[in-house]
């Protein structure tokens, strides 16, 4: 297993070694991050000497290192993807996360497993069949509702497998696993780490009779995530993993998120801590901050819970996939171009609210096209009634629509940029000092929170003080001087017969010596996750037929699903054998619905009930068309559209340059 059950896990994502470890040191008990090659983000790969850093580290604190291994791969890439596997559990990580299901065919260390939200976890059948196969952590879909997640954890031994779900961050319109958009017009696969992200364009929505429904709008385009108020439903529905997205973001969105969700993780550990089912951290430590954490900092198209307290009309981000920020204002004056006036003023809506050189502030044009404006210089006019004068760095010629009564939203405060550029938080793992005397000399011994002692004796002549008061304190003190490592004291006691001098670079040497010590004995100390054992015999898929839905790409994740039972196995849509239209993206989320044309919406209307039908909708961008098809039972939107001729004859280029091995179900 990977958690207990009552421990909670606050999972960090990791571009490089160096966000890995300031999400360490800002409160994350686990970190994902991409190994040398095959995660699903394919510009955010990193070598093992990097991974050796970040794992020692977060060690330390009793953290853990999840490496991504979460593409689907081709025959010719597996022996490859073995040996990484490998490297990564020599360098000391914890856990691989895994999509693909032929690596469980395969000679793999004994690291533990865990399942990549590629798998599409949305059924309590699929959670328990990948529980039975292996994997001691599974991330469930982000489109489920808590009676969902509560119905798998009750289908599945929290003894055996953990739930973990996404908290924050960027959301996937389709069901991950199930977006093939990119690979049909652009030969890039989502499924191997390089979506063209076609979601975040803008569309036009037509219907059956070619009427506009909407007009340049990114009805595909989500708003991000944000599970802040359903913490204590997720705990209660069985999730133990608190997963943050973003393994292509900046510091700052690390520090900031893992700080946010570190605060109210603890605030409801401190809450549940001495009642009937306590809950405890995954990871040794306390953590404080320079700053006060805040998600609405970094970049968001604003934010929803998506469909963890059901469906809601508000989830898409359809007017921009940029990010529009705060509002701090409204425009009180306009500079005049042709006097060479390039400014503007603005007053801000509380007095205290501050504005920087650099910072960036943006607005909504009459068409609710979001425009920027970098602010060059900014004035205060007046204080007391919060005037500012603003100096862009563009013409106010340029800046579209900016008037008098435009509200203005920032969404870049250089101030905030600069406070997580600097070091800004502090872990440290609390323990217990003791001095006593010894025949030649003083002992400390340190003893941690997790029950780990580190013991120094040091030769010295007993010494009377002349003053016992100031020579109590100054042990004290000299002994607590923690500073420079990552341990703070809870208390320091002095089993003395006499009130003894030390000097103080006697005690600086025996407590660097203890605190060495103790270090040592946490590295020995450290345990390793299992590897969980699948079910012998081998336990059947709920399903005995597999289409290219399954994204079954090299002939070891064929052997697999053979082996627990499926018939008939269809080829990844990457193997180019679906020429034809086929549902290039499945959904939870809904164009009708979010038009208020959903026939269930208009159930019970006078006078609409039984006119409005879920007829197939268009969507259309430049000369790309897909068809939006709607299964009105499972409430779920088909995506439909064909891979381009284009890329077919740049995958027969590829192969004749340089043939690749995967699974196919016709000849080649």
Not at 43 to 56: K, T, V
Not at 566 to 579: F, G
Request: neutral net charge.
């Amino acid at each position: 297993m990977s958690l207990l059950p009552h421990q909670l896990e606050l999972l960090s994502p990791a571009r490089d070694a160096d966000i890995g470890i300031e999400a360490i040191n800002h409160g994350a008990d686990a970190v994902y991050i991409g190994g040398p090659a095959f995660g699903a983000r394919a510009s955010a790969g990193n070598d093992i000497r990097a991974l050796e850093r970040l794992i020692r580290h977060a060690h330390r604190f009793g953290s853990r290192i999840f490496i991504t291994l979460n593409t689907i791969l081709r025959d010719d890439e597996l022996d490859d993807a073995r040996k990484m596997a490998w490297q990564v559990y020599e360098a000391g990580a914890d856990a691989l996360i895994i999509q693909d299901m032929g690596l469980l065919e395969l000679d793999l260390p004994p690291i533990q497993l865990h399942a990549s939200t590629q798998t599409d976890i949305r059924t309590p059948e699929k959670a328990r069949f990948l529980q039975d196969v292996g994997l001691s952590q599974i991330v469930l879909a982000r489109e489920l509702d808590l009676a969902q997640i509560a119905a798998i954890r009750a289908a599945t031994d929290p003894a055996r497998t953990s739930i973990e779900f996404f908290i924050h961050g960027a959301l996937c319109v389709a069901y991950s696993g199930q977006c093939f958009i990119s690979h049909a017009h652009t030969g890039r696969s989502a499924n191997r780490g390089d979506c063209n992200q076609a979601c975040r364009l803008p569309y036009e929505v037509l219907d059956g009779q070619g009427r506009v429904l909407a007009h340049e709008k990114h009805v595909l385009s989500m708003k991000d995530n944000n599970q802040s108020d359903n913490l204590r439903a997720l705990i209660d529905a069985g999730v133990r993993s608190f997963k943050i997205e973003g393994r292509y973001k900046d510091m700052a969105y690390v520090k900031n998120i893992t700080a946010h969700y570190r605060r109210l993780l603890d605030e409801i550990i401190g809450e549940r801590e001495a009642g009937s089912a306590p809950l405890a951290r995954a990871s040794s430590g306390r953590t404080s901050f320079s700053f006060t954490p805040d998600p609405d900092q970094n970049f968001n198209r604003e934010f929803t819970d998506y469909f963890v307290n059901g469906r809601q009309q508000d989830i898409g981000a359809f007017d921009t996939p940029k990010t529009p920020g705060r509002a701090i204002g409204w425009v009180t004056r306009v500079g005049s171009a042709k006097a060479g006036e390039q400014w503007f003023e603005l007053e801000v809506n509380d007095p205290a609210t501050v504005l920087h050189n650099g910072d960036g502030l943006c607005y909504w044009d009459l068409q609710r096209e979001l425009i920027g404006v970098h602010i060059n210089r900014a004035e205060c006019q007046d204080a007391s009634a919060g005037r500012w004068r603003v100096f862009p760095k563009d013409p106010i010629a340029s800046l579209k629509d900016l008037r008098r009564g435009l509200e203005i939203n920032r969404n870049r405060d250089m101030d905030w940029v600069r406070q997580l550029a600097k070091t800004s938080s502090d872990r440290r793992i609390g323990l217990w000092a003791q001095l006593a005397e010894t025949p030649d000399g003083f002992a400390l011994t340190l003893t941690d929170e997790d029950g780990f002692v580190g013991s120094a004796h040091i030769g010295q002549p007993h010494e009377l003080a002349s003053d016992p008061t100031r020579a109590q304190a100054a042990l004290r003190e000299q002994i607590g001087r923690f500073g420079a490592t990552i341990f703070a004291a809870h208390d320091i006691a002095l089993e003395l017969s006499q009130p003894w001098f030390v000097p103080a670079s006697a005690l600086n040497q025996l407590r660097r010596d203890a605190v060495a010590r103790l270090e040592a004995a946490r590295a020995a100390g450290f345990v390793r996750l299992p590897r969980a054992q699948p079910v012998e015999p081998p336990v059947p898929f709920p399903e005995d037929t597999l289409t290219y839905l399954a994204n079954v790409f090299n002939h070891k994740a064929h052997d697999f699903y053979m082996k627990h039972g499926v018939k008939v196995i269809a080829a990844a849509y990457e193997s180019k054998e679906e020429a034809g239209e086929v549902s290039l993206m499945i959904t939870k989320h809904c164009v009708r619905y979010s038009l208020s044309l959903c026939p269930k919406q208009a159930k019970g209307v006078i006078g609409v009930k039984g006119t409005i039908r879920a007829e197939p909708l268009q969507l259309i961008n430049g000369k790309e068309r897909l068809t939006l098809r709607f299964d009105c039972k499972p409430c779920e939107m088909h995506v439909v559209g064909r891979i381009k001729k284009s890329v077919l004859h740049q995958h027969e280029r590829q192969m004749a340059e340089q043939p690749m091995q995967f699974y196919r179900t016709r000849p080649a």
